[in-house]
C-alpha cells in the first residue's frame, strides 16, 4: 500500500494501480470517458486531468492526467486546484462541440456517462457558435443500434470489442476530427458479445436495440438482481420491469464469475418472458384442444388422476432447485427423474460427481484468465458457454501481463502492453472434433473425433503420472499429440482443463479429469471446469434421480399413473415415437410450465409456472456456486412458481404435511435440510425479512414516475404496490438503498452524479475487487476433493463404410431452448445447415435420425474427416442432442437445382 | 366587544358596496394565454406530432400523473399512449418547464369538471391539438441529429455535410 495525498487528505492506495483508481476508490468524483476497470488506460480522453506536486514545497505543481500516472508513495494530487478544474472544463467543452442536440431521443438518456461527467465538471453553456460535425449510421443487426453523431472518440468500443473480446469486424476509420467507429460496411456485428458494447460506450452511440423496442427510462424502471439462465456459467444481470414487463438485462457484477461484461445470448435471451409462447392460464386439455380452467377445478382433476396410479415427477435444469426438490420430494427419489435421456444422463450425472469430488480446483470465470496453459477436451466453449471462452481468451492478456512486467510497465497502461505482446497467441490447445470460434486466438487447435479425444487425454495424464489409467496400442501420431499436450501442460504453474457434456461422453469427462489429478499429483495449482447443459444441471444432477429412459420402461410397463413434467420439455430429449409411446402408455401426463412447449400441448392437464423473473429461487452453476434470483415481475393469479403448484397438487391429492412451505425461505431451507449436500443454499441470499438501517431494501429509483397515471386507463382508483412473501426487495420506491447492500440484492446501480453503469465503482471496496456488499452466491463443493483416477480410455473410433456419425455442432444462437423464444435471438440465429466432412461440394442431404428422414440445407467442410457430419441439436430433429450413427444421402448442387 | 362591534359594522357597510358577483357561465372571466389550465400536446409547424416521448415531463410531474411509453416510426420517437390523470393533477406547469420540444403546453382552460372521476383520465387522442399552440416555429427534429423522412443526416440546423470515412483529407 502507498499513501497518497488527494487534497491534502492522506488516502492508502494499492501498489501499482494508477491515480485515477485511487481517487474513485477514495471516494472522490473525478470525471473520465476512455479509462474503463477491465481495459485500463490510453490517456485518449484528456478528461481526468489533475494537479501534482513535486512536493510539500513545490506550490505550482503540473497537470497529469490521473489515468496514466502511477500512484507512488507520497504522491500529492489536486482534484480541486482550480487550474485542473478549468482544464477539464474546457476538455468536456471540447467533447460536447460535436454532440448532437438529442438527448431527449437517445436510449442512452438519464443513464448516460456523458451527462454525468458534463454536470460533474460544471459545463453548462455552449459556447462553439460553428457548425456540428455529422456521421452516418450503420446497420449493426438485430442487436446493437448504431448512432454515430453521438460519438466523443474514446475508443473504449473498439479496445472491448477487439482487444479485449477478440472481434474483428469493428473498427475506427477516418481520422481526427471525423474517426468513425463501426463496420466496413453495414451488417450485424458478429462477435458474441456485442451486446456489451452498449455499456462500455459511454455516450448513446451503441445501444440496444430490442431494448429501443420497449423503452422506458432507467429512472422509471424496477430492477432486481437475477441469474442468466442460458447456460451453466451462471452469470449475475439485473433485469428491469416496467408495467408488468420485462425490459432488458443488464450486467451484474460478481467478482469472481461474469465481472463487467455478458454473452449476448444472456442479455437478449430474455424475451421468452413476455412472448406469446408463455402459458397464462390452467387448461384440461382434450382432443387437442386447451379448455381454460380454474385452479380449484385443475386441483380436483389432478386429485382424481392421483388415484389412478403411482404419480413419476420429471424435474428439469432449467427450474430452480426449490421446484426440483418439492417435485423430488413429493413423488419420492425413486419416481423422480431429472429429465435427461441417456446417454446426456449419464454423462451429467457423472461431470457433476467429478466436479464435487476432483482433486483439482473447480476454478471460478476469473481465475481461470490468469492460467498460463488452457486444454479445451472436446467442447465448443464458445457455442456452450460463450462467457467461459471470453474468460479464457484473457488467458492471452495474462501473458501480456506477464512481459509487462519484465519490462516493468504497469498492467493498467494498455497500449504499451498490448503492443508488447501483439505476437502472444492465447495459451489455449484446442482439441475438438470440429472447428470452434475459439481456434483463430487459440495456440493450436487439434482435430479428433470424440472418443479419440478421450484416449488422447488419458494418454496425456498417463504421460503427466504414470499412475494415471494407460492407453492400449497408441499410434505414433497420438503419443506425440499426447506428450506434446503433457509437456505444455507440464511447465505451466496454472494449468486449467476445460470439457463438458456437449458430446454426453462419460470418457471424456473421465479423461478431462485424469489430467487436472495428475497435473496436482505433479504439485500444479490445476484447475478443472466441466461445462453442464442447462443453468442448474449441477443441481438436478447432484439431487439425483432415473433417466428419461428408465421412465420410459416403466411407463411401459404400466407402473406410471400420472407423470408430472416440471419445466421440461421432453420432446428435446425424446424422439417423435419414443415420446409417442411415452405419452400413450402413462395413464395422466400433467405439465408445469410457464411457456407452451410441444409437450405441454400433448399434456391432459397444463398448469401455469411463473418464469425466472417473476419468481424467486436458486440456480447452481456448473463451479457449485449457488445463486438466487428475484422476481422482478409481481405476475397475476393464476400463475405461481413450481413448487406451489406442487405443492397444491400434493394438498389436493391428499398428501397434507409433505410440502407445507409456504414461502421461499421455508423452500429453500427445507430444501437445504433435505439434500445435505445443498446446506449451504440458505447463505446464497438474505431472507425475505431481511432489512437495512431499519428497512427493505427498494426496488425502484426515487423518480420513479407516472404512479398515478400508470394503470389509470383500467381504473382511476390507485392500488398499493405489490407485495411477495418471498423476496426480501419492496416493490416500489420506498426503502432504503445504499452502496454498502448485500451484494446479492443490488436491484439496480446508481448514486447521486453517477446514473450510468459506471457507478459500479462506488458499490466496490476497491476496483475490480470485491463488492462493498460482500460475497454474491456460495459454493455447495469443498476446495479440494480427493478422487483419484477414474474410468478406463475407450477404442479407438472407428469410422463406418455406410453410415456417418453425426456430431452435435451447438450454436451461441439458434440451440437453446428458452433463448429462441425471444425475437432477438431468433432473428440472429442462422438457419440450420448440416455440415458434412470431405471435399465434394453439397447443397443438400436428406439424413436419417431415429425414424425420421429429414432434408436440410448442408455445406462441405474440409476441415471434418469424410464420414463425419455436424448437425445443430433440436434445429433439425427437435430430439437430436448426442453423437449417433446415421445414414446420410447427399444431393449435390445441380440436383438441388 | 369593540372589535365585534366593529365587524358588524362593517359588514352593515358592504350593503352599500358594489356587487362582485359573476355571472359565470355566461359571463366568462379574463385569463391570460399563460394561465395554467388543462395541458394539451401540441404538433410542429409541419402537423405532426411534436411529443418525442422522452419522459422529462413525466419525470418532472410532482403527482406523477403522466405515463407515456416511447414508440418508433421512421426514426422518429413518439408516444404510443401518453395519459394524463388529470384527477391527480395540480396544474403546476413543471411538465411544460421540463418538455424540450414544446409539446405539451398549459392553457387557459379550466372547465374540466367530471361527475365521473375515471372522466378526468385524458388519453393522447384527447390531449392533442392540431395546432403548434404557443411557439408557433419550433420543430425539434430540425436542430436535433437524428435523420428522419425528408431530413437526412447533416441536414438540421448548424450542421455540416455526412463525413465521408473513406477520405483522406483533413
Known sequence: ?897 | MFGIIRTIWMTFLHLFHKNETVQYPEQKPYLSPRYRGRIVLTRDPSGEERCVACNLCAAACPVDCISLQKGERDGRWYPEFFQINFSRCIFCGFCEEACPTYAIQLTPDFEMAEYVRQNLVYEKEDLLISGPGKVPDYSFYNVSGLAIPGKGKGEAEHELAPVDTHSLMP
Open chain 1, 1 to 897: 500500500m502507498a499513501t497518497i495525498y488527494i487534497d491534502g487528505r492522506a488516502v492508502e492506495a494499492r501498489n501499482g494501480e494508477n491515480l485515477l483508481q485511487a481517487c474513485l476508490e477514495a471516494g472522490t468524483d473525478l470525471p473520465y470517458f476512455c479509462w474503463h476497470p477491465e481495459l485500463g488506460s490510453v490517456g485518449a480522453c484528456r478528461q481526468c486531468a489533475v494537479k501534482q506536486f513535486q512536493n510539500a514545497d513545490d506550490k505550482r505543481g503540473r497537470i497529469v492526467m490521473a489515468c496514466m500516472t502511477p500512484a507512488t508513495e507520497g504522491a500529492i494530487i489536486s482534484v480541486d486546484d482550480p487550474e485542473a478544474k478549468e482544464f477539464r472544463g474546457e476538455v468536456v467543452e471540447w467533447l460536447m462541440t460535436n454532440h448532437p442536440h438529442d438527448c431527449p431521443v437517445c436510449e442512452e438518456g438519464g443513464e448516460c456517462h456523458l451527462q454525468d461527467m458534463t454536470v460533474m465538471t460544471g459545463h453548462r453553456e455552449r459556447r462553439f457558435k460553428f457548425d456540428k460535425r455529422t456521421h452516418k449510421n450503420q446497420d449493426l443487426g438485430p442487436l446493437v443500434k448504431h448512432e454515430m453523431n453521438r460519438c466523443i472518440a474514446c475508443y473504449r468500443c473498439v479496445r472491448f470489442y477487439r482487444d479485449y473480446a477478440g472481434g474483428e469486424d469493428l473498427g475506427v476509420f477516418a481520422q481526427h476530427n471525423n474517426v468513425y467507429f463501426g463496420r466496413y460496411e453495414s451488417g450485424t456485428l458478429e462477435s458474441t458479445f456485442s451486446g456489451n458494447l452498449v455499456e462500455v460506450c459511454p455516450t448513446g452511440v451503441f445501444t440496444d436495440k430490442p431494448f429501443s423496442k420497449v423503452y422506458s427510462r432507467k429512472w422509471d424502471m424496477r430492477g432486481a438482481p437475477s441469474v442468466c439462465q442460458h447456460c451453466s456459467v451462471g452469470c449475475n444481470t439485473i433485469l428491469n420491469e416496467r408495467a408488468g414487463k420485462v425490459r432488458r438485462t443488464l450486467n451484474r457484477y460478481n467478482e469472481d464469475v461474469n465481472r463487467y461484461f455478458l454473452c449476448d445470448r444472456g442479455r437478449y435471451g430474455n424475451g421468452f418472458v413476455n412472448a406469446p409462447s408463455r402459458l397464462r392460464s390452467a387448461g384440461y386439455v382434450m382432443d387437442g384442444q386447451m379448455t381454460p380452467v380454474p385452479v380449484a377445478q385443475a386441483l380436483e382433476q389432478f386429485a382424481a388422476f392421483a388415484k389412478d396410479g403411482p404419480i413419476v415427477g420429471i424435474g428439469s435444469g432449467r427450474a430452480s432447485i426449490e421446484s426440483n426438490y418439492a417435485l423430488r420430494r413429493f413423488v419420492g427419489a425413486d419416481n423422480f427423474s431429472t429429465g435427461w435421456a441417456e446417454p446426456l444422463h449419464g454423462a451429467v450425472t457423472r461431470a457433476v460427481d467429478i466436479l464435487r469430488t476432483t482433486s483439482a480446483r473447480v476454478m471460478p470465470l476469473h481465475e481461470m484468465e490468469s492460467a498460463d496453459c488452457v486444454l479445451v477436451l472436446g467442447e465448443d466453449v464458445a457455442a456452450t458457454a460463450p462467457r467461459l471462452s471470453l474468460a479464457l481468451f484473457q488467458t492471452r492478456r495474462t501473458a501480456c501481463n506477464k512481459l509487462a512486467d519484465k519490462n516493468r510497465l504497469p498492467h493498467w497502461l494498455d497500449a504499451p502492453v498490448r503492443t508488447l505482446g501483439s505476437d502472444l497467441k492465447a495459451p489455449i490447445h484446442v482439441v475438438t472434433p470440429a472447428p470452434t470460434d475459439m481456434d483463430v486466438s487459440a495456440t493450436q487447435a487439434l482435430r479428433a473425433l470424440p472418443d479419440d479425444i478421450a484416449r488422447l487425454g488419458f494418454a496425456i495424464a498417463n504421460r503427466i503420472d504414470g499412475a494415471a489409467p494407460a492407453v492400449s496400442d497408441l499410434t505414433e501420431e497420438e503419443t506425440a499429440r499426447a506428450t506434446a499436450l503433457a509437456d505444455a501442460l507440464l511447465v505451466a504453474e496454472k494449468p486449467v482443463i476445460v470439457s463438458g457434456t456437449q458430446y454426453a461422453s462419460t470418457a471424456l469427462l473421465d479423461a478431462a479429469a485424469n489430467i487436472a489429478a495428475a497435473l496436482v499429483t505433479q504439485g500444479k495449482a490445476a484447475g478443472l471446469t466441466l461445462v453442464l447443459p442447462e443453468a442448474n444441471s449441477f443441481g438436478v444432477a447432484t439431487m439425483g434421480g432415473l433417466s428419461l429412459d428408465a421412465v420410459c420402461e416403466r411407463a411401459q410397463a404400466g407402473q406410471v399413473g400420472t407423470l408430472v413434467v416440471m419445466e421440461a420439455d421432453l420432446t428435446r430429449q425424446l424422439d417423435a415415437s419414443a415420446f409417442d409411446t411415452l405419452v400413450r402408455s402413462v395413464r395422466h401426463l400433467v405439465v408445469i410450465d410457464h411457456s407452451v412447449t410441444p409437450t405441454a400441448e400433448r399434456g391432459e392437464l397444463v398448469v401455469p409456472a411463473t418464469a425466472f423473473s417473476e419468481c424467486g429461487g436458486t440456480m447452481i452453476s456448473m463451479e457449485g456456486r449457488a445463486q438466487r434470483f428475484l422476481q422482478v415481475v409481481y405476475p397475476e393469479a393464476p400463475l405461481q412458481v413450481s413448487w406451489r403448484w406442487v405443492r397444491d397438487f400434493a394438498h389436493a391429492s391428499g398428501h397434507e404435511g409433505v410440502l407445507d412451505w409456504e414461502t421461499l425461505d421455508q423452500a429453500v431451507a427445507a430444501t437445504a435440510a433435505g439434500v445435505p449436500a445443498f446446506a449451504r443454499i440458505v447463505e446464497a441470499a438474505p431472507k425475505a425479512d431481511y432489512e437495512l438501517e431499519g428497512e427493505h431494501i427498494r426496488s425502484q429509483t426515487h423518480r420513479v414516475s407516472g404512479r398515478t397515471a400508470i394503470r389509470a386507463n383500467i381504473s382511476v382508483r390507485d392500488i398499493p404496490p405489490p407485495t411477495s412473501p418471498d423476496t426480501p426487495l419492496k416493490s416500489d420506491m420506498e426503502g432504503t438503498y445504499t452502496t454498502d447492500m448485500p451484494a446479492t440484492l443490488i436491484p439496480f446501480y446508481q448514486v447521486p452524479g453517477w446514473n450510468s453503469v459506471q457507478s459500479l465503482n462506488k458499490f466496490q471496496q476497491e476496483i475490480g475487487g470485491e463488492l462493498r456488499g460482500g460475497d454474491v452466491g456460495v459454493r455447495v463443493i469443498g476446495e479440494r476433493g480427493t478422487a483419484g483416477y477414474a474410468g478406463v480410455a475407450p477404442a479407438r473410433m472407428a469410422l463406418r463404410e455406410n453410415e456417418v456419425l453425426l456430431l452435435p455442432e451447438y450454436r451461441a444462437f439458434g440451440t437453446g431452448e428458452t433463448s429462441m423464444w425471444s425475437d432477438p435471438i431468433k432473428a440472429r440465429a442462422t438457419e440450420a445447415v448440416i455440415r458434412v466432412g470431405g471435399d465434394a461440394p453439397v447443397a443438400r442431404v436428406s439424413i436419417q435420425i431415429g425414424a425420421e428422414v429429414f432434408d436440410v440445407p448442408a455445406v462441405n467442410d474440409p476441415a471434418l474427416p469424410l464420414g463425419v457430419a455436424l448437425c445443430p441439436p433440436h434445429m433439425v430433429a427437435r430430439s437430436y442432442e448426442a453423437p449417433c450413427w446415421v445414414t446420410l444421402r447427399t444431393i449435390s448442387a445441380e440436383a438441388a437445382a
